[in-house]
């Protein structure tokens, strides 16, 4: 039998609105470059494409602006995820590639909404392979705001991410007594005032990627620009009569550390919503409290009568503000406001 030799007349027209039927097979892509993203701004990822040389003073940096191709869908990018990019890499002003993967992540820190304006629960990705989160807290003006340090703790549990307390403003009130509510946990920190010696600090920072997350007014963009002389991050001043600051950093941006690793900082929050975390996650940040709710009864929420907790602290086996952080990060899981006076 003769093979038929097929021409255009032999093309069949189908009606409706596709004249090609979808496809799941996607490009390998296999000349993509690999990218840091270090902004994100309106859709447009800024990101660090090195290319590769037999010699390291052979290796060439540079940014390439680019935007998410089509075929990823609703897959979010956030800053410090790594991505592949294809098109126009060269760096070049007024040119556009895209980003066509997003690579495995090591870890992811989220929040959810403002509880006190919604609870749906909807994660919110703030940044991606963060091996360290930064809390950054002021001893004074504004004074410290021990549940949302507690709240932030127990992001970074669920982010898998090294928790390090960073108590700014030393000159103007002693830590002590802040130090005494965490010394439970084990969670390492590090004294800074401004002017002052940073060399702590660096150290812990330095061949790492960290995040720096705080409040409004803690001081975190002075920071930042002490570790990064180039990094002209705005800063603000604290309100007289509120006692808070005013967002002076409106999105995340990677910063390369002069002596290698890298500082992600954030924008400044007054929440930090928990309602993805799972009681169980919230637990796992309070490890002087866990071993007491091996008695609670089936199905306990901590937050009523009969939690073995109450006993559990009564005998002196953890500090009742302990107890009490608790159960409000619990209480803002389902909607509670979480304020500190």
């Known amino acids: 039998m003769r093979k038929r030799e097929y021409d255009e007349d032999d093309v069949r027209v189908r009606p409706g609105k596709g004249s090609r039927p979808r496809t799941r097979i996607r490009p390998a892509h296999e000349d993509a470059v690999e990218g840091f993203v270090i902004a994100v701004d309106r859709g447009r990822y800024t990101c660090l494409v090195e290319t590769e040389g037999r010699r390291k003073k052979d290796r060439e940096r540079r940014t390439v602006t680019a935007m998410k191709a089509r075929e990823l ?23 556009l590639a895209r980003v066509v993967r997003v690579e495995p992540r090591t870890s992811m820190l989220r929040r959810s909404a403002d509880d006190t304006e919604d609870t749906d629960g909807i994660e919110r990705p703030i940044v991606a392979n963060a091996e360290q989160l930064i809390i950054v807290t002021a001893l004074a003006d504004p004074p410290p705001r021990p549940r949302m340090i507690d709240r932030i703790l127990v992001a970074a549990f669920d982010a898998e991410i090294d928790p ?96 290698g690793g890298w500082i992600i900082d954030t924008p400044g929050v007054r929440s930090f919503g928990l309602a993805h975390v799972s009681v169980e996650t919230v637990l796992a940040g309070f490890p002087d409290l866990a071993e007491g709710t091996v008695n609670c009864p089936k199905g306990c929420t901590h937050l009523g009568e009969g939690c073995a907790l109450d006993a559990w602290v009564a005998d002196g086996h953890a500090d009742p503000a302990r107890l009490e952080s608790l159960r409000r990060l619990l209480a803002s899981r389902e909607g509670a406001p979480d304020t500190d006076d």
Request: glycine residues 12%; charged residues 20%; hydrophobic residues 40%.
């Open 73 to 95: 869908g609703r897959k979010g990018i956030v800053v410090g995820d790594r991505v592949a990019i294809v098109g126009d890499v060269s760096g070049t002003a007024d040119t």
């Open 164 to 259: 390090l307390l960073c108590l700014t403003k030393s000159d103007l009130a002693p830590p002590a007594e802040l130090v005494s509510l965490y010394d439970p946990l084990g969670v390492p920190y590090v004294v800074v005032q401004k002017g002052g010696d940073l060399e702590e600090l660096r150290d812990r920072l330095t061949g790492h990627v960290s995040v720096l997350v705080g409040h409004s007014g803690v001081g975190k963009s002075t920071l930042v620009n002490a570790l990064v002389p180039d990094a002209n991050r705005a800063v603000s001043h604290v309100n007289a009569v509120t006692g808070r600051g005013r967002h002076t950093s409106t999105s995340a941006v990677a910063l390369e550390l002069p002596e």
